[in-house]
């Protein structure tokens, strides 16, 4: 481990000098972890289409599991994530991000070898474990190697990241497709994977909370059952388009008692997977509703957008990328200066701008029909990139720094939880009004159609993809069902903005009700104060 002096940091620093001078360096190793992890999924949105083609193009994947292979991914993800910034803050965060990066190339390098959806849905499950390992670990180390003055403006290039891996990811996918097999998008993590294990060996330093909890797994497992069974209930559902439906109620109202179950066990732990106490901060817990709110909102947005520019619009999948470059583009140039406008009008007033903006653009997809110019698309893009940058930097800085520097860990894992959890739900929830939307537009179109077998005319209903596949197979008698499964999927996407709206506009009022205001503190008992070098060495 690194020195404890504080030579050439600043007054009062608890960042040893040789971390401190190379504390930007270390942080580009931090954004290759992020990159690897959100590249996995901006990538398999591209690649949907591909892997729902009939063997061997892809895996003759059905919406359903296209959307769990997803959600393996982030459910997993989440409920571990706990455990995950507990083990960090106990054994060490850099062994800790070694071992999820390792794991998570793992699960890439199975991924792209899979034979069926089920077992691309299998590894999907271990690529979420590895991820749930290494992304508290990025943040929980940015916090302990960058002083509360420069933490906003690491944690918004950090963000920025996700920015920048969004803009690779889809191009990557692209471009990958277009020369080699669909498993090629996820064999691409492996040199990132490489390339990121041995900078973190030579850079990265390691820190450990010196008081830390115990593992909690009966919490563990209380959360990935709960979530499991919630969103298995809610995709269950929309493939029915019956959410009265015996299991469907079973399965939610289960998801739901087992979580309302894991909340009372933890306020009674004595070593909880999560401190519920953190949430009577009213900072904390605003920036923690904001970030599940507008990643609802975003992931079922992006969720279905692939399928309107691939499958209405009939773009290539690396056309398809490209089009979703200015959503990036606007977080790399904005999320680095939020602090600057945070600064000037308070996070409160930004972030609900931020929200308002991006419910603006959610409401904006309203436009687009099967011929509208797509340059519209690409200012709504822009916009709600623009819209995000203003809300993930001020809102992940407010709840790192709402916690105490030694529990980065369980903070940064609160932070994933939420937004993955939100993800997850958003793609669930408005993956299943999606379905259902478009199952009922679809449904008098495909029941004209003479010779059509009941289970054929089911499966064809699913999704535009499948009526589109039916279509196909027609030939010539089967391009009447091509206009009207497109207009379907068009009414059934603006039925599914317009709630990515409306949840973006709750995320406003949450943030506007409860984020502090210009001058407001959320900070945690020990903000940065000055401390003797025994102190600061003990809170490595």
């Given at each position: 481990?690194?020195?404890?002096?504080?030579?050439?940091?600043?007054?009062?620093?608890?960042?040893?000098?040789?971390?401190?001078?190379?504390?930007?360096?270390?942080?580009?190793?931090?954004?290759?972890?992020?990159?690897?992890?959100?590249?996995?999924?901006s990538?398999?949105?591209?690649?949907?289409?591909?892997?729902?083609?009939p063997?061997?193009?892809?895996?003759?994947?059905?919406?359903?599991?296209?959307?769990?292979?997803?959600?393996?991914?982030t459910?997993?993800?989440?409920?571990?994530l706990?455990?995950?910034g507990i083990l960090?803050?106990?054994?060490?965060?850099?062994?800790?991000?070694?071992?999820?990066?390792?794991?998570f190339?793992?699960g890439?390098?199975l991924?792209?070898?899979?034979?069926?959806p089920?077992?691309?849905?299998?590894?999907?499950?271990?690529?979420?474990l590895?991820?749930?390992?290494v992304?508290?670990?990025?943040?929980?180390?940015l916090?302990n190697?960058f002083?509360?003055?420069?933490?906003?403006?690491?944690?918004?290039?950090?963000?920025?990241?996700?920015?920048?891996?969004?803009?690779?990811?889809?191009?990557?996918?692209?471009?990958?497709?277009?020369?080699?097999?669909?498993?090629?998008?996820?064999?691409?993590?492996?040199?990132?994977?490489?390339?990121?294990?041995i900078?973190m060996?030579?850079?990265?330093?390691?820190?450990?909370d010196?008081?830390?909890?115990?593992?909690?797994?009966?919490?563990?497992?209380?959360?990935?059952?709960?979530?499991?069974?919630?969103?298995?209930?809610?995709?269950?559902?929309?493939?029915?388009?019956?959410?009265?439906?015996a299991?469907?109620?079973?399965?939610?109202?289960?998801?739901l008692a087992?979580?309302?179950?894991?909340?009372?066990?933890?306020?009674?732990?004595?070593?909880?997977?999560?401190?519920?106490?953190?949430?009577?901060?009213?900072?904390f817990?605003?920036?923690?509703?904001?970030?599940a709110?507008?990643?609802?909102?975003?992931?079922?947005?992006?969720?279905?957008?692939?399928?309107?520019?691939?499958?209405?619009r009939?773009?290539s999948?690396?056309?398809?990328?490209?089009?979703?470059?200015?959503?990036?583009?606007?977080?790399?140039?904005?999320?680095?200066?939020?602090?600057l406008?945070?600064?000037?009008?308070?996070?409160?007033?930004?972030?609900?701008c931020?929200?308002?903006?991006?419910?603006?653009?959610m409401?904006?997809?309203?436009?687009?029909?099967?011929?509208?110019?797509?340059?519209?698309?690409?200012?709504?893009?822009?916009?709600?990139?623009?819209?995000?940058?203003?809300?993930?930097?001020?809102?992940?800085?407010?709840?790192?720094?709402?916690?105490?520097?030694?529990?980065?860990?369980?903070?940064?894992?609160?932070?994933?939880?939420?937004?993955?959890?939100?993800?997850?739900?958003?793609?669930?929830?408005?993956?299943?009004?999606?379905?259902?939307?478009?199952?009922?537009?679809i449904?008098?179109?495909?029941?004209a159609?003479?010779?059509?077998?009941?289970?054929?005319?089911?499966?064809?209903?699913?999704?535009?993809?499948?009526?589109l596949?039916?279509?196909?197979k027609?030939?010539?008698?089967?391009?009447?069902?091509?206009?009207p499964?497109?207009?379907?999927?068009?009414?059934?996407?603006?039925?599914?903005?317009?709630?990515?709206?409306?949840?973006?506009?709750?995320?406003?009022?949450?943030?506007l009700?409860?984020?502090?205001?210009k001058?407001?503190?959320?900070q945690?008992?020990?903000?940065?104060?000055?401390?003797?070098?025994?102190?600061?060495?003990?809170?490595r």
């Open positions: 481990m690194a020195t404890s002096t504080t030579q050439g940091a600043p007054d009062g620093s608890g960042v040893p000098a040789e971390i401190h001078r190379r504390r930007w360096a270390i942080l580009v190793v931090l954004m290759f972890s992020v990159l690897v992890v959100v590249l996995d999924n990538i398999l949105n591209v690649a949907m289409k591909t892997i729902a083609s063997k061997p193009t892809g895996l003759g994947a059905t919406q359903s599991q296209l959307e769990w292979a997803i959600n393996s991914y459910l997993v993800f989440a409920g571990l706990f455990t995950a960090g803050d106990r054994i060490g965060r850099k062994k800790v991000l070694l071992g999820g990066m390792a794991v190339g793992m890439s390098v991924a792209a070898f899979s034979g069926s089920g077992e691309l849905i299998g590894f999907r499950v271990l690529m979420g590895g991820a749930a390992f992304m508290p670990a990025t943040l929980a180390i916090v190697v002083e509360r003055e420069e933490q906003a403006k690491a944690i918004g290039i950090w963000v920025a990241a996700v920015g920048l891996a969004i803009a690779i990811g889809p191009i990557t996918g692209g471009l990958l497709l277009e020369h080699f097999w669909w498993g090629s998008v996820f064999f691409v993590n492996v040199p990132v994977v490489i390339v990121g294990l900078a060996v030579m850079l990265v330093p390691d820190s450990r010196p008081a830390p909890g115990r593992v909690d797994p009966l919490g563990v497992l209380l959360s990935v059952v709960g979530l499991v069974l919630l969103v298995y209930g809610i995709i269950k559902g929309g493939q029915l388009a019956d959410f009265t439906d299991q469907v109620l079973a399965s939610i109202g289960g998801g087992v979580l309302a179950l894991f909340v009372l066990h933890e306020k009674r732990s004595d070593h909880p997977a999560i401190d519920v106490g953190y949430f009577r901060n009213p900072a817990s605003a920036a923690i509703a904001a970030v709110l507008v990643f609802f909102a975003l992931m079922g947005v992006t969720f279905f957008m692939v399928f309107y520019t691939q499958s209405v009939g773009y999948a690396l056309q398809s990328g490209l089009l979703i470059l200015p959503l990036a583009v606007a977080q790399l140039i904005f999320a680095p200066r939020a602090r406008v945070v600064e000037r009008f308070g996070a409160r007033a930004v972030c609900t931020g929200m308002l903006l991006v419910a603006a653009t409401s904006g997809f309203l436009l687009l029909g099967v011929d509208t110019p797509i340059i519209v698309l690409e200012v709504l893009f822009f916009c709600q990139g623009a819209g995000m940058a203003h809300i993930m930097p001020p809102v992940t800085t407010a709840i790192m720094q709402a916690l105490p520097r030694q529990k980065a860990g369980s903070g940064s894992a609160l932070n994933n939880t939420f937004r993955q959890v939100g993800g997850a739900l958003g793609v669930a929830v408005l993956g299943s009004v999606l379905s259902a939307a478009y199952r009922d537009g449904r008098d179109t495909l029941a159609v003479p010779g059509l077998p009941d289970s054929v005319r089911r499966s064809a209903g699913e999704s535009v993809e499948a009526t596949g039916v279509a196909e027609l030939g010539p008698k089967g391009q009447a069902l091509v206009g499964a497109q207009d379907a999927f068009v009414h059934a996407m603006h039925i599914t903005a317009l709630g990515s709206a409306g949840v973006a506009v709750l995320g406003a009022l949450v943030v009700a409860f984020l502090p205001g001058g407001a503190s959320g945690a008992p020990d903000d940065g104060r000055p401390r003797s070098r025994e102190e600061a060495s003990a809170h």
